[in-house]
């Protein structure tokens, strides 16, 4: 079974940079289960908008040295990026109309998932937990 990888902000940061970046309050949590997944050989996934999220974040802090190092980290760890199309994106409307509490981030990876089967996720965004059938591993 796939496990998608968001790439979301949370009180504590960028879920990301648990794993890339400095010290965080989740860095070592993020790691071990990331280790854990590795390990148990599941495969990892994720979709064209977490790149879209690391170019928006980096340029906003003005971290465009730290771009570089985020991409080739993320696409050494997954083992397939979802493309974002018209189909996702009416769906991702559909998931924010229907669920006013999540953002429209949030709806677009939901979207994703759906599309392709994925029922658990990676991360610690508790905005996910609001969505059925979906597993936050945290």
């Known amino acids: 079974m796939d496990i998608a990888w968001a790439y979301s902000r949370d009180s504590s940061g960028l879920e990301c940079s648990h794993v890339f970046g400095g010290n965080t309050a989740h860095k070592i949590d993020s790691q071990r289960v990331l280790e854990m997944l590795i390990t148990d050989c599941r495969r990892l996934v994720t979709d064209a908008e977490v790149f879209q999220e690391i170019l928006d ?82």
Do not use: T, W
Request: hydrophobic letters at 50%; aromatic letters at 10%; zero cysteines.
């Open 57 to 138: 974040r980096y340029a906003a802090i003005n971290r465009q040295d730290a771009i570089e190092h985020a991409f080739s980290a993320l696409l050494g760890l997954v083992d397939q990026v979802f493309e974002i199309d018209l189909p996702v994106i009416q769906r991702a409307k559909q998931i924010v109309l229907g669920y006013q509490q999540l953002s429209a981030r949030d709806a677009v990876h939901l979207s994703v998932m759906g599309n392709n089967g994925i029922q658990e996720i990676f991360g610690f965004d508790s905005g996910f937990d609001v969505f059925p059938g979906i597993q936050r591993l945290f």
